[in-house]
């Protein structure tokens, strides 16, 4: 492929990169960031990797992402194979393409357009990238960011590629994302045979008016920023399947993407004080896996906004709907954040596609943040 993004993402879409491998696409990034002369460290825990690269000094841009991709599916299902990037009247299909290979491309080619005009750029910009964002991200860039906490690094800028545009490149623009809260519901009764139920205890048949309570719950309202907190059911799971045995435990979990109206704690309490006046036995097991965040109007925002619609000649709306994201991580550190990029239509879905030009409209757009972030003393 002539065109310089196309052909990058070419490179990164034939590699498997299923979470939370890499399968080569970070060394391809590196090597592109190099020969413009970034500085890379490396930090590999287990079976996920990241690089932070950095260039210049002073006030820092980062631009991060991630080279991990969900699984494929039924190759079968797919039009075109999906480790295999194909072009079919200006679309481009293949796992990963909109999230977030597409974007990663288009990062890294406007670095080398911003390099090759403005060498000598005042500010300091920077990639952040890991292989460990489509799973549960413990050894991603919560990881590099403690390494670089450690050292006093200041990053006052992210802007992350995540897909968040939903008809053209830049409709939407997100400046902050309610929290992830996964909880495991372990619930104990007395196993007995289905045909003597007053010798048994069927947990199940317990636990479903405290599931009903939970359901109806309005955690709150929301605010002008945050649609409102949500809880939802993902998996029922009891000890036993046997048309003949009532179950002795059966497992629930279920998520909570809560905003910053109410804190997990406080969903905690609530959910436990149902499940205590329901006479459960039970355990229960939480994880936290992002915080909600949210960047305000000001400098940061106002000049990535102005980026979208000097490039594509619209007004961007700002959001904080959809799923959760890695910028809590930045945010906890003091960046602002801000995340932007391809069309999310059909992110982890079979048959994942991207246009070209949106490819090459959204390489415009983050060269002009570069250009308004890094060559400002601000």
């Known amino acids: 492929m002539s065109c310089p993004i196309l052909a990058l993402t070419q490179q990164l879409v034939c590699r498997p990169s299923i979470s939370p491998h890499d399968a080569g696409c970070q060394d391809i990034l590196m090597s592109r960031l190099q020969k413009i002369g970034f500085t890379i460290e490396i930090l ?14 002073g006030k820092t841009l980062v631009f991060a992402g991630h080279t991990d991709v969900v699984p494929a599916g039924d190759p079968k299902l797919w039009m075109y ?27 890294i080619v406007a670095a080398e357009r911003f390099v090759n005009m403005h060498e000598h750029h005042i500010g300091r910009l920077a990639f952040l990238i890991t292989s460990d964002e489509e799973t549960s991200g413990a ?23 995540e897909p968040t545009s939903t008809k053209v490149i830049g409709d939407i623009v997100k400046n902050g994302r309610r929290g992830s809260m996964t909880a495991n519901l372990h619930v104990h009764g007395i196993q007995g045979h289905i045909a003597y139920p007053y ?11 405290a599931l009903h309570e939970l ?7 929301g605010n002008i920023f945050f649609p409102p907190t949500t809880m939802q059911i993902y998996n029922i799971q009891p000890s036993s399947v046997t048309s003949n ?22 969903i905690q309490e609530r959910v436990q004080e149902v499940l205590n ?25 106002d000049e990535v906004l102005n980026a979208v619609e000097h490039c594509t000649h619209h007004s961007p709306q ?12 930045f945010h906890k550190i003091g960046a602002q954040v801000v995340e932007l990029g391809l069309v999310n239509s059909t992110i982890h879905q079979i048959n994942e596609c991207a246009k070209a030009s949106d490819l090459q409209l959204l390489s415009q757009v983050y060269q002009r943040i570069m250009e308004n972030i890094v060559m400002s003393s601000r």
């Not at 010798?199 to 008016?209: K, M, T």
Request: proline share 5%; net charge neutral; aromatic share 12%.
């Open 199 to 209: 010798l048994a205890d069927n947990p199940i048949h317990r636990v479903i008016p």
């Open 44 to 57: 590999e825990i287990s079976n996920t990797l990241n690089f932070w690269a950095w260039r210049g000094h």
């Open 245 to 266: 045995i009532i179950p002795g435990d059966c497992c629930i979990e279920f998520n909570f993407r809560f905003n910053n109206q109410i804190t997990e704690l406080m």
């Open 318 to 329: 700002l959001s904080t709907a959809g799923g959760a994201s890695d910028g809590c991580f």
């Open 81 to 107: 194979p999906p480790f295999q990037l194909t072009v079919q009247n200006g679309v481009l299909f293949g796992r990963g393409v909109a999230d977030m290979k597409g974007a990663l491309a288009s990062m």
């Open 139 to 161: 050894h991603g860039t919560v990881k590099m960011l403690e390494k670089l906490m450690i050292r006093n690094e200041r990053l006052e800028y992210c802007l992350i590629g």
């Open 277 to 301: 006046r329901h006479q459960l036995q039970y355990d229960i097991l939480w994880n936290i896996s992002r915080q909600p965040f949210f960047t305000p109007r000001g400098y940061f925002l």
């Open 215 to 221: 359901i109806l719950i309005e955690w709150d309202t």
